[in-house]
């Protein structure tokens, strides 16, 4: 679903280099040492009023654009097709898309007592920051106060980790280069970019990551925050109905809204009934309706 697959997108804008460890030379690992201080979110800051974090892949017909926005209240994730998310301290809402692609605002819920807080700081921890295990090296380059780290994929070393199978997959792709660029001076990361080299010499860039600092602030939507927060809907779950460790967790939200719950990590989904026999989760339910519901532990 939607929700996922820009999750998966909003993890690979991810840009640090958390390789670094086959960096051999003591310099080059006092210059990732750098780089890792200074692109800590929290560090961004303390010296930028916000950061933007604009990534483009070009399929084709069109160009699809996700950017990444932090300031000290809150972040943010918009696309260009309509998605928003935006997590601030007191939760997570915005709009999706439901399966027929039509645009629908939602909020997020945490049954667990401090859910939010975890999940809110995974996403701050990786803002600027990927896990690259894989790629070679290439020598540091320094031009014009920018210093640019660049990672090589080539078809005989990916051939070695994952079998000659992939030589087939990769067709005539000869290498690809994850190129990182910084500020030389305060290590803070300017861009990154993805080109691919074949064999008959050809170049093609995948996808471009620019990073902005002190640009306009992200204004949000009131209308949406308005009906994302509204009190008109009711949300309840019946925890371990019948029980002696039976709960109620309660919510509410505005009538339009789809109400995205995380469960308590041993519980696994939600059912109609209290026998907990007639699975019903929130993607299924009746936006203007109120969600009464019950869920079992190890169910």
Known sequence: MKMKTLLCLL????????????????????????????????????????????????YGDAVYTITNYADGERLV??????????????GEWGKTSDES????????FFVDEGGYTDYLATFRECFLSTDLDEGELQPLETEDGVLKITLRQTRE?????Y?????????????????????????EQLGTSVV??????????????????????YEIDEELYAQTHEQ????????DPGTEEETVWTAHTGKGVMA??????????TYRDAECTQEYYYWDADLNEDFVVYAKKGM
């Open 101 to 108: 692609g039509n645009h629908i605002p939602f909020i997020t």
């Open 11 to 58: 993890l690979a804008l991810c840009l640090t280099l958390s390789a670094a460890a086959c960096l051999a030379e003591e310099d080059e690992d006092a210059v990732f040492a750098k780089i890792s201080e200074a692109n800590t979110l929290e560090a961004i800051l303390q010296n930028h009023q916000n950061v933007r974090a604009i990534m483009e892949s070009d």
């Open 232 to 239: 008109t809907r009711l949300l309840s779950i019946t925890m």
């Open 163 to 187: 079998g000659e199978e992939i030589i087939e997959w990769w067709g005539d792709l000869n290498a690809t280069d994850y190129v990182f660029c910084y500020d030389a001076e305060t290590f």
């Open 260 to 269: 995205m719950i995380f469960l308590p990590e041993d519980y696994i989904s």
């Open 77 to 90: 994730t918009y696309d260009t097709e309509g998605y928003i998310s935006i997590m601030d301290p007191e």
């Open 157 to 161: 070393a990916v051939a070695e980790v």
């Open 196 to 217: 691919e080299y074949y064999d008959d010499g050809t170049t093609e860039e995948l996808m471009g990551t620019a990073i902005a600092y002190d640009g306009e602030t």
